[in-house]
């Protein structure tokens, strides 16, 4: 699991309550060419030991740069290879310099109601994390789009915790 930093710029938003006022026209002068930096958190698992990284793809959205922190306090700078928004996956790289221990796949479809599982994060940008529970239910529809097919878990997940991996008991 690793924790994943990330900094994008943005504009500023008009507030809603100054829409259609006077104060828009304003608002707008002032922040002409003013970009605000926004920090972000999230999680991740390395896939492949050359560094290739999974996370969720609004974890890295717009980021003009994204730092992944590794378990040992090291920091890589990671490009985003690929993003998908419908799935909400990113792929990151980063240039490790030795092969990096890449976490194994398990079969989501072998896991079972009532199965324990472990959830690895990085919530609220505090550090690596790992909480318990069980899967309390599967094929959850939440409106997400055609692949609506989630695993509801009791285990905690806090802001943060996106993008990183949910374990099953073999640690697959």
Known sequence: MVNIAVTS???AEIPPELRGTPFERYFRDRQRNRRQEVM???SGFVIDPAGYIVTSNHVVG???KVVVALQD???LTARVVGTDELTDLALLKVEPRAPMV???W???SAARVGSWVLAAGNPFGLGGTVTAGIISA???EIGAGPFDDFIQT????NPGNSGGPLFNPAGR
Not at 154 to 157: C, E
């Open 102 to 104: 890449a976490v194994p």
């Open 138 to 140: 599967r094929g959850r």
């Open 62 to 64: 717009n980021a003009s």
């Open 73 to 75: 306090g090291s920091e």
């Open 154 to 157: 009791d285990a905690a997940i």
């Open 9 to 11: 710029e943005q504009r």
């Open 40 to 42: 972000g958190a999230g």
């Open 106 to 108: 398990g079969s989501s």
